[in-house]
């Protein structure tokens, strides 16, 4: 495949403990730039094992994404409730990075952005956040199911969201956050603040054997990909490696025009 030289980033990794093993595959696709970023952290905190994974869009330019994978999960794991409330811990430390961000950026004339689609495992609990419109699906007893919903301007809590608080939203060719923005949360977007914002909605699971696969991805994927056929097609695969490249192969193979960044994640239970 000739386009395999447009440089697709991929990689495995696996716990010690053998629990899981996560693979990623990040493509530029046929964008001219690359904006996507994604991280993975794999330690251990105070004898509990835990396990980041996170999958960032940027918008506008890169910056934004860039610095998410810089400090978001080291922001996180500095927080002093992580393990004992961690939910509260992502919510407060998403909206404290947008706000460090904005503040390094103060000075900058570019106004990017980016999505922020999280998936945190501390012990046997799942934490998926979610800011924009990546998106977190695992397969639960053979079944997918999406652990984040899109923030999309025209989604009807986000759309009153905004509207209250002063903005508005435009059709101008798709639903925009004040004939802009094609979505509602977003890390960054100065100048569409507070309007756009970068409150987390987040999920939880209880890791269990019914738990087989995570697939966090960029919208470049979801664009053409179903749920259901992502994570099919993630437990065909032995490595999760693998299975993150057929889905970027395959999303770009559709005609994704976008970016396209993806992890899986396989769990193993004994």
């Not at 999960?73 to 909206?95: M, V, W």
């Not at 503040?103 to 106004?111: I, M, V």
Request: hydrophobic share 35%; net charge negative; glycine share 8%.
């Amino acid at each position: 495949m000739c386009y395999l030289v447009n440089v697709m980033s991929k990689k495995n990794c696996d716990r010690e403990d053998g629990k899981l093993k996560c693979g990623y595959s990040s493509f530029r696709g046929k964008r001219s730039t690359m904006e996507d970023f994604y991280d993975v952290k794999l330690t251990e905190i105070d004898g509990q094992a835990v396990s980041l994974f996170g999958v960032f869009d940027g918008h506008g330019g890169s910056r934004a994404a860039e610095y998410l994978k810089e400090n978001l999960f080291e922001n996180l794991l500095k927080h002093p409730e992580f393990l004992t409330d961690t939910k509260l811990a992502i919510s407060q430390t998403y909206q404290k990075t947008d706000t460090d961000f904005l503040e390094s950026e103060s000075n900058a004339l570019r106004d990017d952005g980016s999505t922020a689609s999280t998936a945190v495992l501390v012990g046997d609990h799942l934490y998926v956040a979610n800011v924009g419109d990546s998106r977190a699906v695992i397969s639960k007893a053979g079944k997918a199911m999406a652990l984040s919903e899109d923030h999309k301007p025209n989604r009807s809590d986000e759309r009153k969201r905004i509207e209250n608080a002063g903005g508005v939203v435009i059709w101008a060719g798709t639903w925009r956050v004040g004939g802009v923005l094609a979505m509602s949360r977003a890390f960054g977007n100065r100048l569409l603040k507070p309007f756009v914002v970068a409150e987390p909605e987040i999920q939880e699971e209880h890791v269990n054997g019914e738990l087989e696969c995570l697939v966090l991805a960029s919208d470049g994927l979801w664009d053409v990909v179903e749920n259901e056929e992502a994570v099919s097609l993630a437990k065909t695969e032995d490595l999760p490696e693998s299975a993150a490249r057929k889905l970027t192969e395959i999303a770009y193979s559709r005609g994704s025009a976008d970016n396209i960044t993806c992890i899986v994640v396989q769990f193993h239970h004994d």
